[in-house]
């Protein structure tokens, strides 16, 4: 079996403050996440923060999906391990549409390479701004992108 | 609160297989890595795969701790997240050891900084080799270190 992954770390600034601090909604949207990402959710545990905010892992046949919340910041902390077909871009999407995010920053990681004594690799660093503007326009891809490596 | 938070992507080659595919041992070898770097453990979710290896995440308050292993190819995919006095770097001592790791390949990515516009940013990915040769002079780092950028 191929050890190889993919780790999308994101984080997520400007977000919708009521969403970040409704545990059964980051539940069930990281749960819609992972789906839309073609993997098949095993188990979930999330928890609330004192005094706001939530912390929760989707585990995943072989990966996992997690995500930690600062309403007080409108900030969250999302990480995406996948292997095999997982899509983890799909899962970003969902949620940064989901926590009405205005900026996200997008770090993708392939892991397991073993490529010239090398197991890791950073595929990108990019940031992705949500602008209304740009929305109307109707075009496919409207989120404007800015790498940051 | 501060959102800032330090996130260990930490890749083992050369594992003890047998451990790789000892769920029971994974998983308590996770939860003393979550006490040694001082955090405190809310639930830990482990499963095994098919045909063999194990996949499991240690939640703990408002921080992860994740592991899959790959014993066909002696190989561990680690992942820690914490916030606040979390210390990585002593849970990726005790999965090493654990794992008896012939060679680590850690990336340290500072999370939640808010700084010139950046979230995100990798503060080293290196590499530690285990040398016999020199545990035995009794070094107290014994593990040769390799910047990888």
New interface residues.
């Given amino acids: 079996?191929n050890?190889r992954?993919q780790?999308l770390?994101a984080?997520y600034?400007g977000c919708d403050v009521e969403v970040l601090d409704d545990l059964k909604r980051i539940e069930s949207l990281m749960n819609e996440a992972a789906r839309a990402a073609q993997t098949k959710v095993?188990?979930s545990?999330f928890?609330p923060?004192r005094p706001q905010?939530v912390?929760?892992?989707v585990?995943i046949?072989?990966?996992?999906l997690?995500i930690?919340t600062?309403p007080?910041?409108g900030?969250a902390?999302v990480?995406f391990?996948t292997?095999g077909r997982g899509m983890p871009i799909r899962a970003h999407e969902v949620i940064r549409d989901g926590l009405r995010a205005e900026r996200s920053?997008l770090?993708l990681?392939d892991?397991?390479l073993?490529l010239s004594?090398?197991?890791?690799q950073?595929r990108y660093?990019r940031?992705e701004l949500a602008d209304p503007s740009t929305t109307i326009t109707g075009l496919n891809d409207p989120v404007p992108i800015r790498p940051?490596m």
Avoid: K
């Fill in positions: 079996m050890t992954g780790h770390l984080e600034n095993v188990a545990v928890q923060f905010g912390s929760g892992v585990v046949e072989e990966s996992h997690s930690h600062w007080e910041h900030y902390s990480d391990f292997c920053e770090m990681v892991r397991g073993n004594g090398q197991s890791m950073m660093h940031e940051l």
